[in-house]
Each structure stands twice: as C-alpha cells, then as structure tokens.
C-alpha cells in the first residue's frame, strides 16, 4: 500500500516570502499522480498543482511550483510572494495510474501554513 | 459550473443514533467518492462509485456504514448506530471519468462536520 507523509505539522512565512513544503511518499508502482491541495478554513479541498510521475518537468502553477524527485520519492511545494489568501491546511495526495492499481487517493497529514502579515 | 453540492453542512448527535448525508456531484460526472476526515489527519477514502457501481469500498465499516448512488447521480452516506469515533468530516468528491485525459482531477464538496456526543 501507498503512504503519504508530511513531516511539517506546521510552516509560517512572512507575507511576500517564499516556503516550501515538504512531502515525500512510499510506492512501488512506476507511473501514478502526486497533487498538493489546500483546504482553508471553510474545508473545501482545491486543487493547487498536480504533477505526473513519468514527466520529468516540475509542474508549474502561477506562483506554486513543485520539486519533484522520483528516485527520492520525494514531492515539495514551493509558494512564491505568499500572500494571505494561502492561508490553509495543505495537503500532499497520491493516486496510482489507470491500471496501475486503485486510483483512490491516500492523503498525507497536512501542513497547517499561516502567512504572517 | 456548479460544484460539488453536500448537505447538511453540521450535524450533532447522540450515540447510537443514526444519521444521513447527502452529496450532489458535478454534473456529468460518473465517479463519486466518500472520505472521512477526522481532526488532525488527511481525509481517508470510505467509498468509491462509478455510476451507480460500487468500486472500492474496503475501508467502509459496513457493521455501521452503507452508501447508495442509485440513479447514478446523487448519493447518501449513512451511519447506524453511530459512535464517539464517528465523529468527523464527510467529505464528497466527483471526477469525470472515461475520458482520454488522464489527468483526472477529483474535485470535492464543503464537506459535513458531525459531531457525535
């Protein structure tokens, strides 16, 4: 079975600073979807950015990017000018490719990340 | 485009009373699942449905729990004889499926906080 962790309960930054949060992830499959979503306090989970296990390109989504390391299985979100509005528990997901096995998604922990002004 | 559609947003009970949750997804959306989110952790899946199959549903307690998505469309989400334990966020979440994109994204519903005393 696929796990998740997140080793970073929580994470501060200042307003227009850049943080980067941590995740990495235990499989043995070869193909399969990593994704970052953040659930603010009204609990909706958005999706921020997803990233495919054989593109060897980081996923860039405005100003949220990813370091993607496959061998490390490793999976970090980097928040560019951080703003208040990124306020939120972030959480770090895994699902397995079409075919690959159940393509439910297994969650980390969460990261609670609080922007100081 | 109207989202994932949940009711009722909070819900208190006591144990060993039953309780129900329903969830409208996206429309056109064939896949629907159930998590359960308790304080402090990453949602957890309970149940997946394409259409109106079940597809996983190896982590529902079915002493207590059972789902329904008759029509293919909106679905419930019981507990009976609820306990302590129970208590959580429900959170429903609907993705496309059967299309050539792989990139399939789950997109989900404001959830349903219960509290069970």
């Known amino acids: 079975a696929q796990t998740v962790t997140q080793s970073q309960p929580e994470m501060s930054v200042q307003e227009a600073e850049t943080v980067t949060l941590s995740c990495t992830y235990d499989?043995?499959?070869?193909?399969?979807?990593l994704f970052w979503y953040k659930q603010p306090p009204s609990r909706q989970m958005i999706l921020v950015i997803r990233?495919?296990?054989?593109?060897?390109q980081n996923a860039t989504e405005n100003r949220f990017s990813v370091n993607f390391q496959k061998a490390a299985k490793s999976f970090s979100l980097k928040i560019s000018d951080s703003q208040l509005g990124d306020a939120a528990m972030y959480f770090c997901?895994?699902?397995?490719?079409?075919?690959?096995?159940?393509?439910?998604?297994?969650f980390g922990t969460g990261t609670r990340l609080t922007i100081i002004p | 485009e109207a989202g994932v559609a949940q009711s009722p947003r909070y819900k208190i009970i006591e144990k060993r009373q039953s309780v129900a949750f329903w969830c409208n997804p996206i429309?056109?959306?064939?896949?629907l699942y159930w998590y359960q989110q308790i304080l402090g952790q990453g949602p957890k899946l309970l149940i997946q449905f394409q259409n109106n199959g079940v597809v996983d549903d190896s982590q529902l307690p079915k002493d207590r729990f059972s789902a329904e998505r008759l029509k293919g469309v909106d679905s419930t989400l019981k507990i009976q004889p609820a306990k302590l334990e129970d208590s959580a966020v429900y959170l429903c979440?609907?993705?496309?499926?059967?299309?050539?994109?792989?990139?399939?994204?789950?997109?989900f519903g404001p959830g349903t906080r219960l509290l069970v005393l």
């Open positions: 429309s056109g959306h064939a896949t």
């Open positions: 979440a609907s993705s496309l499926r059967f299309v050539a994109d792989k990139q399939e994204t789950q997109y």
């Open positions: 990233q495919e296990a054989y593109k060897q």
């Open positions: 997901a895994y699902r397995s490719a079409p075919g690959f096995g159940n393509e439910k998604l297994t």
């Open positions: 499989t043995s499959e070869s193909d399969y979807y």
